[in-house]
């Protein structure tokens, strides 16, 4: 079945710092969204993708939709502390809503 | 706050016992989407609705089952529960049939004693 790769699986920097992460998929996707969530609540959207190459950003944010359809990458800049929080990229192919997500990437920020 | 609404916010029940989850999309929105959630096995797909028609299925259980109604909430029946059925259930809303942004509800926390 479709795997969703996450890297890297946790990050712990200092605020100000520029973060990356990124996700594999081992098939195609059609579109890909970047999701954080908090602990105990539901993931909140951050970013969706739906365009091979396309690069859109929400505010300190930024995401890729990789020219493969394989991957994609989020970065935030600056960092501040209520970046806090776990990290999901999802993926989606066929004509369905089915998401896959990946494995998530935990960030801490220390002040 | 998604707009997507989810009762109860917690649930303790025993094995071999049947709940019922509750999920009230977005205005607007025809598709329902619940996903599991736990430690090992992370953010599943279970099964989406569509205007009252199931769309999609992933790796739902057979205890487990769906429905969406007329006025387009959701319900999730999760039957002779067991211990391993302890998760963070969410529903998600979103206006198509097709992949689209998804915007998740509070998530619904059952656990089975």
């Known amino acids: 079945g479709q795997q969703l790769n996450q890297s890297p699986q946790s990050m712990f920097i200092q605020e100000g710092e520029d973060v990356s992460m990124n996700c594999t998929s081992s098939?195609?996707?059609?579109?890909w969204l970047w999701y954080k969530q908090d602990p105990g609540e539901g993931p909140v959207l951050l970013i969706a993708l739906y365009k091979a190459g396309e690069l859109t950003s929400n505010g300190r944010l930024t995401a890729q939709f990789g020219i493969t359809r394989k991957d994609s990458f989020l970065n935030i800049s600056a960092s501040i502390p209520s970046d806090v929080g776990i990290y999901f990229c999802?993926?989606?192919?066929?004509?369905?809503?089915?998401?896959?997500f990946g494995q998530g990437t935990t960030l801490q920020v220390k002040p | 706050d998604s707009g997507v609404t989810q009762t109860p916010k917690h649930l303790i029940t025993a094995t071999g016992q049947r709940v019922t989850l509750r999920c009230s999309p977005r205005?607007?929105?025809?598709?329902v989407y619940w996903y599991q959630q736990s430690l090992d096995q992370g953010l599943q797909f279970l099964i989406q609705?569509?205007?009252?028609?199931?769309?999609a299925k992933g790796n739902i259980l057979e205890r487990f089952s769906a429905q969406q109604f007329p006025d387009l909430h959701s319900e999730l029946n999760l039957s002779s529960l067991e211990l391993g059925d302890s998760a963070l259930y969410f529903c998600?809303?979103?206006?198509?049939?097709?992949?689209?942004?998804?915007?998740f509800g509070p998530g619904t926390r059952l656990t089975v004693t």
């Open positions: 999802a993926g989606s192919s066929g004509n369905t809503g089915k998401l896959i």
């Open positions: 998600a809303s979103s206006p198509y049939s097709q992949a689209y942004e998804q915007y």
């Open positions: 205005s607007g929105d025809l598709s």
């Open positions: 098939s195609i996707f059609n579109t």
């Open positions: 609705y569509y205007n009252g028609e199931e769309r």
